[in-house]
């Protein structure tokens, strides 16, 4: 059974960083890629970043490149995402996510985590 725990959300001012921690458990992910994704309060689910087990590649929302970055570590079977300069628009509960390739569906969610950034 493939399970996702997220951790490193919490209040933030703006301006600052939280890293994000997706620990993946119950399969082997290397023909997966890992996705991170967010909702705001009375807005719809949005795509954050994603990377492949295999080879690393990432792929981010526009509006959030050069701000968050996502990493992996295999040994871990652990994937990051580093959030800086944080606004209060990026207020949501982020949610870690298994994409199966090459269509990127969504096969398995976390169960979120809350990040609140303060003005």
């Known amino acids: 059974q493939v399970q996702l725990v997220e951790s490193g959300g919490g209040l933030v001012q703006a301006g600052g960083s939280l890293r994000l921690s997706c620990a993946a458990s119950?399969?082997?992910?290397?023909?997966?890629?890992m996705g991170w994704f967010r909702q705001a309060p009375g807005k719809e689910r949005e795509f954050v970043a994603r990377?492949?087990?295999?080879?690393?590649?990432?792929s981010y929302a526009d509006s959030l490149k050069g701000r968050f970055t996502i990493s992996r570590d295999a040994a871990k079977n652990t994937v990051y995402l580093q959030m800086n300069s944080l606004k209060p628009e990026d207020t949501a509960v982020y949610y870690c996510?298994?994409?199966?390739?090459?269509?990127?569906?969504?096969?398995?969610w976390g169960q979120g985590t809350q990040v609140t950034v303060s003005s």
């Open positions: 996510a298994v994409q199966r390739l090459p269509s990127y569906d969504v096969t398995y």
């Open positions: 990377i492949r087990w295999s080879g690393g590649m990432t």
């Open positions: 119950g399969r082997t992910f290397s023909s997966y890629a």
